[in-house]
C-alpha cells in the first residue's frame, strides 16, 4: 500500500526558533493535510492542501503541497510552548477514502 | 455544530465483558470512520462507512462491530477483547467517502482491557 515517510521523527527546540517537518512518498497523493495532536485528544486539522504547487499559512504555520504530489512541508514560526504535541502528515491517495498516515513528529519546545 | 462527539471519554472492560462506543456528528457528513491509535503512533483505519453503509473493513477481528444506525450515530460494539487492543479509539468523519473536506476527528475513547 501506499506509505508516507515522515521526518523528523521527534525535535527538541528553544522557544522562539522555527520548526521545519516534512513528508515524502514514493506515491502519487490528490491531497495533503497536516494534523496537530495534543495528549488525550484527537488529531485537529491544521492545514489542507488540494493542489500540486500550493502555499498556505495558517498564522504561525505554513505548509506546501509539493509539485511532485509526492511530498509536502510544514513549517512552524517563532514556536511557542503550546506548539508541543505530535504532528502527523495524512496524503488522500489512489484508495478510496483511505488517509494514509505519516508516523509522526514529536516537537518538545524548551521556555 | 462543527464537532464529533465520541462518549465515553475512558472505558476499563474485562476480556469478558461487552460494551459500546458511540461517535456522534450533526454536520451531515454522509462518511464517517472508525480508527485505533496506539501511543505516539499514527491513526490506523478500521471501517468506513459510507451513506450508513460499511463500505471498508480492514481486516479487523470480529470482536470489533461497526454499526451505523443513521447518518450522524456511529457504534462500535466491543466483545471479547484482548488486552492488546487497549488504545485510543478515534471516530472521524468527512463530507463523502473519497474527499478530505471537513475531515475531522472527534477526542477519543480511551480503552483499557484488563
Known amino acids: 500500500g501506499q506509505q508516507l515517510n515522515q521526518s523528523p521523527q521527534s525535535m527538541f527546540i528553544q522557544e522562539g526558533e522555527d520548526v521545519s517537518m516534512n513528508c515524502t512518498s514514493s506515491s502519487i497523493f490528490n491531497t495533503w493535510l497536516w494534523y496537530k495532536q495534543e495528549p488525550g485528544e484527537g488529531p485537529v486539522l491544521l492545514i489542507a492542501?488540494?493542489?500540486?504547487?500550493e502555499l498556505t499559512s495558517n498564522g504561525r504555520l505554513t505548509a506546501q503541497f509539493g509539485i511532485t504530489r509526492k511530498d509536502s512541508f510544514l513549517n512552524i514560526s517563532a514556536s511557542i510552548p503550546s506548539d508541543v504535541g505530535i504532528y502527523f502528515c495524512?496524503?488522500?491517495?489512489?484508495?478510496?477514502?483511505?488517509?494514509?498516515f505519516g508516523q509522526g513528529t514529536i516537537l518538545t519546545v524548551h521556555p | 455544530d462543527t464537532e464529533v462527539t465520541q462518549t465515553p471519554k475512558h472505558l476499563v472492560m474485562g476480556m469478558t465483558n461487552k460494551k459500546s462506543l458511540k461517535c456522534e456528528q450533526h454536520m451531515g457528513h454522509r462518511a464517517m470512520y472508525w480508527y485505533k491509535q496506539k501511543a505516539k503512533k499514527p491513526p490506523e483505519l478500521m471501517f468506513v462507512y459510507s451513506y450508513e453503509k460499511l463500505s471498508i473493513n480492514e481486516s479487523v477481528p470480529s470482536r470489533f462491530s461497526p454499526e451505523c444506525p443513521n447518518s450522524s450515530l456511529l457504534n462500535l460494539h466491543l466483545h471479547a477483547l484482548q488486552p492488546e487492543d487497549s488504545a485510543l479509539y478515534l471516530c472521524?468523519?468527512?463530507?463523502?467517502?473519497?474527499?478530505?473536506?471537513?475531515?475531522?476527528f472527534g477526542s477519543g475513547t480511551r480503552l483499557t482491557v484488563v
Open positions: 495524512a496524503g488522500l491517495g489512489t484508495s478510496y477514502g483511505k488517509l494514509t
Open positions: 472521524a468523519s468527512s463530507l463523502s467517502q473519497g474527499t478530505v473536506y471537513g475531515y475531522t
Open positions: 492542501l488540494y493542489k500540486a504547487g
